[in-house]
Protein backbone atom coordinates (compact mmCIF):
# COMPACT_ATOMS: atom_id res chain seq x y z
CA UNK A 1 0.00 0.00 0.00
CA UNK A 2 0.98 3.27 -0.49
CA UNK A 3 -0.04 7.14 1.00
CA UNK A 4 -0.23 9.57 -1.93
CA UNK A 5 -0.10 13.16 -1.21
CA UNK A 6 -0.76 16.08 -3.79
CA UNK A 7 -1.07 19.85 -3.18
CA UNK A 8 -2.21 21.32 -5.69
CA UNK A 9 -4.15 24.83 -6.28
CA UNK A 10 -7.45 25.01 -4.93
CA UNK A 11 -9.28 26.14 -8.23
CA UNK A 12 -8.25 22.61 -9.66
CA UNK A 13 -9.65 20.88 -7.18
CA UNK A 14 -13.45 19.89 -8.46
CA UNK A 15 -11.17 18.93 -11.51
CA UNK A 16 -9.04 16.62 -9.77
CA UNK A 17 -12.06 15.21 -7.51
CA UNK A 18 -14.06 14.41 -10.75
CA UNK A 19 -11.65 12.62 -12.39
CA UNK A 20 -10.25 10.19 -9.20
CA UNK A 21 -14.18 9.83 -9.34
CA UNK A 22 -13.15 7.60 -12.77
CA UNK A 23 -10.22 5.49 -11.12
CA UNK A 24 -11.42 2.21 -10.72
CA UNK A 25 -10.75 0.57 -7.23
CA UNK A 26 -10.24 4.16 -5.46
CA UNK A 27 -11.64 4.20 -2.72
CA UNK A 28 -11.39 8.27 -1.28
CA UNK A 29 -9.47 10.84 -0.57
CA UNK A 30 -8.91 13.39 2.48
CA UNK A 31 -8.57 17.11 1.29
CA UNK A 32 -7.27 19.84 3.88
CA UNK A 33 -6.94 23.67 3.03
CA UNK A 34 -3.37 24.27 3.69
CA UNK A 35 -0.74 27.10 2.92
CA UNK A 36 2.80 26.96 1.93
CA UNK A 37 5.65 28.32 -0.79
CA UNK A 38 8.11 27.30 -3.18
CA UNK A 39 11.17 28.15 -4.21
CA UNK A 40 9.75 31.76 -5.28
CA UNK A 41 8.54 32.43 -2.14
CA UNK A 42 4.91 34.00 -3.27
CA UNK A 43 6.52 37.07 -4.34
CA UNK A 44 3.85 39.02 -6.76
CA UNK A 45 1.03 36.84 -6.52
CA UNK A 46 -1.91 38.86 -5.64
CA UNK A 47 -3.69 35.31 -3.52
CA UNK A 48 -0.91 35.46 -1.26
CA UNK A 49 -1.26 35.47 2.47
CA UNK A 50 0.61 37.37 4.97
CA UNK A 51 1.54 36.16 8.88
CA UNK A 52 4.09 37.42 11.09
CA UNK A 53 6.22 38.46 8.06
CA UNK A 54 6.28 35.38 6.06
CA UNK A 55 4.06 35.10 2.58
CA UNK A 56 2.15 31.86 1.76
CA UNK A 57 0.08 30.84 -0.70
CA UNK A 58 -3.12 28.97 -0.45
CA UNK A 59 -2.95 24.84 -1.43
CA UNK A 60 -5.03 22.51 -1.13
CA UNK A 61 -3.99 18.69 0.12
CA UNK A 62 -5.36 15.92 -1.06
CA UNK A 63 -4.16 12.43 0.88
CA UNK A 64 -5.39 8.86 -0.13
CA UNK A 65 -4.38 5.54 0.63
CA UNK A 66 -4.32 3.14 -2.45
CA UNK A 67 -2.63 -0.41 -3.66
CA UNK A 68 0.39 -0.37 -4.67
CA UNK A 69 -1.37 -1.37 -7.99
CA UNK A 70 -2.89 1.85 -8.70
CA UNK A 71 -0.12 4.18 -7.70
CA UNK A 72 -0.02 5.27 -11.25
CA UNK A 73 -2.93 5.52 -12.60
CA UNK A 74 -3.66 8.22 -9.23
CA UNK A 75 -0.54 9.82 -9.87
CA UNK A 76 -0.88 10.78 -13.79
CA UNK A 77 -4.43 11.89 -13.16
CA UNK A 78 -3.50 14.65 -10.62
CA UNK A 79 -0.95 15.34 -12.30
CA UNK A 80 -2.83 15.58 -15.44
CA UNK A 81 -5.91 17.27 -13.74
CA UNK A 82 -3.93 19.64 -11.70
CA UNK A 83 -1.88 20.95 -14.42
CA UNK A 84 -2.11 24.58 -15.38
CA UNK A 85 1.54 25.54 -17.05
CA UNK A 86 2.17 27.95 -14.71
CA UNK A 87 4.40 27.74 -11.72
CA UNK A 88 3.63 26.70 -8.61
CA UNK A 89 1.01 24.13 -10.29
CA UNK A 90 2.28 21.72 -6.63
CA UNK A 91 3.72 18.75 -6.02
CA UNK A 92 2.64 15.14 -5.21
CA UNK A 93 4.86 12.38 -3.18
CA UNK A 94 4.41 8.42 -3.12
CA UNK A 95 4.51 7.21 0.80
CA UNK A 96 4.80 3.68 1.84
CA UNK A 97 1.99 2.58 4.12
CA UNK A 98 2.70 -0.52 6.61
CA UNK A 99 -0.50 -1.19 7.47
CA UNK A 100 -4.41 -0.05 7.99
CA UNK A 101 -6.91 -0.75 9.73
CA UNK A 102 -10.80 0.02 9.81
CA UNK A 103 -12.03 1.16 13.08
CA UNK A 104 -15.90 -0.17 12.58
CA UNK A 105 -15.32 -3.77 11.55
CA UNK A 106 -11.51 -4.27 12.91
CA UNK A 107 -10.10 -5.10 9.44
CA UNK A 108 -6.59 -4.39 8.86
CA UNK A 109 -4.40 -4.28 5.61
CA UNK A 110 -5.55 -3.47 2.38
CA UNK A 111 -9.20 -4.59 3.14
CA UNK A 112 -9.02 -1.39 5.62
CA UNK A 113 -9.04 0.79 2.64
Known amino acids: ?17 RALHQVEGMTGVSVLDVKGFGRGRAKDVPQRITEDLVDYLPYVKIETVCPDALVDEIFETI ?3 AHTGLRGDGKIYVLPVEDAGRISTGERGEAAV
Not at 1 to 16: E, R, T
Open 79 to 81: CRE
Open 1 to 17: MKQIQAYIKPHKLSAVT
